[in-house]
């Protein structure tokens, strides 16, 4: 991949002092950034979120959006910080700080790693992104730790990724069963980014790669029940998506559903239950949870 120059960077950030508040935010101002990423204050209780934008936001519509969230979380309206970035490549930057990650059998590392790729180990090659997923996130790690060990007791043939980023989920399920996968994103951008990953990484005919908001496109439904339904989104989405969902899974199937914290597992477990399926195992890290039903 060729180095790109970024040229007018801007950086937002935005302390939420309510864990409550910080989805809420995030789909507020999601369409404002190309990528985003959220870190929890320890001690504090409450999230650094921090958003890049290809050119300046209008300050006004920021505010307006500010103060929606904060209406509908019923907190004080935060104050955010907004800088240019200097002009340096911060892809190039970005993937050079990206590190192999070991999650108990699967092994992910970028491009320019020229280690050891351990012999028993599932191996994916990805590179940071725009594209949200390369396994250091503990929604991302979460699925993986899910898939881990359904591998253990549980063949699987006919899986969906709903929402699959950088494809990274679609190949950890290329890598431990041989299936025919379909994978799904709501941005071409993930769409483009996963189907590239899947080429370098050598899994092109095991993963039908599609553009669809949820279940929207007719595709999923054309393409048969499945086994396996795995959605790393959000929480309000996958709530919204739990009769979708359990209608497209095959009868003792399984879903594994993530990018909820830790207090809103039971916004989602009753939305799946009212549809028939259960909590078998729940997977936590930094506050961040992966449910796995079926």
């Known amino acids: 991949m060729s180095e790109i120059l970024i040229n007018n960077i801007w950086h937002m950030e ?31 209780g409450g999230w650094r ?8 936001p209008d ?38 700080s ?31 992104s725009t594209a949200f997923g390369t396994g250091n996130h503990g929604t991302t790690e979460g699925c993986l730790l899910a898939l881990n060990d359904l591998a253990k007791y549980k063949k699987i043939y006919r899986p969906l990724d709903i929402g ?8 950890a399920m290329a890598r431990a069963w041989s299936a025919n996968i379909l994978a799904t994103d709501i941005d071409q951008k993930a ?15 095991p993963i039908r790669v599609e553009l669809s908001n949820g279940f929207d496109n ?25 009769k979708d969902m359990v209608a497209n899974l095959q009868a003792g199937g399984i879903v ?10 039971s916004l989602v477990i009753n939305a799946y239950m009212q549809q028939g399926i259960y909590l078998i195992k729940r997977y936590r890290l930094n506050g961040w949870s992966t449910l796995v039903m079926g």
């Open 49 to 56: 979120l921090a958003l890049y934008c290809h050119q300046k």
């Open 218 to 242: 007719s595709i999923i439904a054309n393409n048969g029940s499945y086994d396996l339904i795995m959605a790393n989104i959000l929480a309000n989405p996958l709530r919204d998506m739990a």
């Open 191 to 205: 769409v483009d980014k996963t189907r590239y990953n899947i080429a370098k990484n050598k899994l092109k005919g």
């Open 256 to 265: 594994i559903l993530s990018g909820l914290l830790n207090n809103q597992e």
């Open 59 to 96: 300050h006004d519509q920021i505010l307006a959006r500010i103060t929606f969230a904060s209406q509908m979380a019923n907190i004080k309206e935060p104050e955010f910080s907004l800088e240019l970035l200097p002009q340096i490549d911060w892809l190039s930057e970005n993937q050079k």
């Open 164 to 171: 699959c980023g950088t494809g990274i989920l679609s190949m």
């Open 98 to 128: 990206f590190k192999p990650i070991k999650i108990k059998r699967f092994f992910i590392y970028p491009s320019h790693y020229d280690g050891i790729i351990p012999a028993s180990s599932w191996s994916m090659e990805i590179d940071a």
């Open 14 to 44: 935005i302390i939420i002092p309510d864990q409550n508040a910080f989805e809420i935010f995030v789909q507020a101002l999601d369409d404002f950034s190309f990528s985003s990423s959220a870190f929890e204050i320890v001690n504090d």
